[in-house]
């Protein structure tokens, strides 16, 4: 079953995407050559515990820091460390809070100084494909319909979508139904209705969409190392529409 949210949980949800997203909008100003994902980790946990949140990541199923920091073949869930970005990578974060007993949650990839123009194409089309699948989410039309478009883009750009990971409800619980693939078919899957929060989070990379895990556990990365990127938005069903919650 799907929860449904009231108008009042909708705005407190709204509050809180919005507060997460200046977060991450601080962290991106700190990503430069030399820095190390742990400086960045502890950066988003003082900046939760500013906005009168808390860290939903840390402790959830034991996972240890408070972001997700992912960098190149690292497609999500891995844990920050010493490791210091270097020119040229691209960094995935994905962040969370709780806030007022709602969670939030979104992620962007960034790039570390200058990158090559296909990793840049790389970025603007997973980009993309979240507007894409946006532009999907309204009642009436489901989340096969979603997946759907977010496949047929990526795929038309001669990239891939991760088959093994996907977006998810999010309300009470950080992860609540549905599951929300990045590929599918048309007129598949539950009905998009009124009052439905969930996470549209298109996963793609350059090369084979196939995962393993990484070293530390908790992380996925390409098994064949190419390059991976990954950006989420929390969005609202309503009257006048699908509105992203994880917007300034």
Known sequence: MIPLKSKKEIEIMTEG????????QKLEKQIRPGIATEELNKLAEELILKSEGKPNFKGYENFPATICTSINEEL??????????KEGDIISIDIGMKYKGFHTDMARTFPVGKINPETQRL??????????GFKKARPG????????T?????????????????????????????????Y????TGSEIKEGMVFC??????????????????????????????????MIAITKKGPIILTKL
């Open 17 to 24: 995407g919005k507060r997460l997203a200046k977060i991450i």
């Open 200 to 233: 549209i989070e298109p996963m793609v990379t350059i090369g084979d969409w196939r995962l393993e895990k990484t070293k530390d556990g908790f992380g996925f990365k390409t098994e064949d190392n190419s390059l991976s990127c990954h950006f989420e938005d």
């Open 123 to 132: 970025i603007k089309v997973t980009k993309k494909a979240l507007k894409r």
């Open 141 to 148: 039309n489901t989340f096969g319909d979603i997946g759907n």
């Open 184 to 187: 599918g078919k048309r007129r």
């Open 150 to 182: 977010i496949q047929r883009y990526v795929e038309s750009q001669g990239f891939n979508v991760v088959r093994d990971l996907c977006g998810h409800g999010i309300g009470r619980e950080i992860h609540e139904d549905p599951k929300i693939p990045n």
């Open 76 to 85: 999500v869930h891995c844990t920050p460390s010493k490791r210091k970005l």
